[in-house]
């Protein structure tokens, strides 16, 4: 299924694709839904892929001009994405362009909110923020935002302590697996 989801679209940056397909491959671990609380929707999915190109977008923001180049592709690949699912699933044609604003929208506030809490080193506002944003769908108890949280955190410290040449070139895997 990755490898439909990456065939649809053609990023702009090569390293884009890479990094694209990692996050999708981090925002799908089973963990996050089977035994967290992230609800397994659509809602859900794209908050975990929102959260993860938000946490990617930040550090990539760190490296500079060239950082911040792929930073700003790798949202462009992620809103695509989104369009393309959208038209995949049956969303009429009139409707996307409304729906992609509000999905570029939610993706500025993760990105400001999470980045927020994640400079401050403040766990607790991360947790309110993954809580107010992930558990929208979910039952008010089912989510484990707190760790949710650590994960972010070890995330964000995974990306951090990879080489900035293979971070601009998209090659981070899966820096952190979530329930490790």
């Keep these: 299924m990755l490898k439909k989801l990456l065939a649809r679209w053609k990023p702009a940056h ?3 694709a890479k990094l694209y397909g990692a996050i999708v491959a981090a925002a799908r671990q089973e963990t ?6 992230v609800p397994d929707t659509a809602m859900g999915r794209f ?3 929102a959260l ?7 550090r990539l923001k760190e490296l500079g001009p060239e ?12 809103i ?7 038209r995949e699933i049956g969303v009429g044609d009139l409707t996307v362009p409304k729906k992609i604003k509000i999905a570029a929208a939610a993706l500025f506030d993760r990105y400001n909110d999470y980045g927020a809490a994640l400079t401050a080193n403040d766990v607790a506002q991360l947790t309110g ?8 769908s979910a039952k008010p108890t089912a989510l484990a935002a707190g760790r949710l949280a650590s994960y972010v955190i070890a995330f964000d410290g995974a990306l951090r302590g990879i080489d900035r040449t293979r971070v601009l ?6 820096p952190v697996e979530a329930g490790q």
Excluded: K, N
């Design 14 to 16: 090569p390293a884009s």
């Design 32 to 37: 996050l839904y089977r035994d967290w609380g």
């Design 47 to 49: 908050e975990m892929v």
């Design 52 to 58: 993860h190109v938000a946490v990617m977008q930040r």
């Design 67 to 78: 950082g911040e180049e792929l930073a700003r592709t790798l949202g462009e690949d992620f």
């Design 80 to 86: 695509t994405d989104m369009d393309d699912c959208m």
């Design 129 to 136: 923020a993954i809580d107010t944003h992930v558990s929208g």
């Design 169 to 174: 070139g998209g090659d981070i895997g899966l």
